[in-house]
Structures are given as C-alpha cells and as structure tokens.
C-alpha cells in the first residue's frame, strides 16, 4: 500500500505553509486527491515533485525514524 500525506504533513516536514502546499495542489504542480475536505498525496507524487535530495531529507524511512 502506497503511503500517503495530508497536505499539513507536507507543508510541516518542508517547513512551508500549508497553503502553500494546497496552491501547488490545485496549480496541478503537485498530484494529490481531495477526500472529503482533505488533500490526500500519495508519496509516489512527492517523490516526482521535490528533488530527490530534498525527498530523501524530509520523507525518507530514515527521516521518519529520527
């Protein structure tokens, strides 16, 4: 199962506003589904949108565990 994000845990691990995030969202610039009143980004998407450096500082398996 893929694992996904809200548009709050983005914009809290690049440490950019949430609007920020959801602009990007609805710009197109970032792929994501709206659920309910929710934006739900799969991290396929993230990975594809943020360099990979940056993916990796912030999403990866290790970022998790620190």
């Known amino acids: 199962?893929?694992?996904t994000y809200t548009a709050d845990e983005v914009a809290e691990r690049l440490d950019?506003?949430?609007e920020s995030i959801r602009r990007n969202l609805r710009k197109g610039q970032l792929e994501g589904k709206k659920w309910s009143r929710q934006w739900i980004i799969p991290e396929d998407s993230l990975r594809e949108w943020l360099p990979e450096e940056i993916f990796e500082q912030h999403f990866s398996t290790e970022a998790e565990e620190s």
């Open 16 to 18: 950019r506003h949430t």
């Open 1 to 3: 199962m893929t694992k």
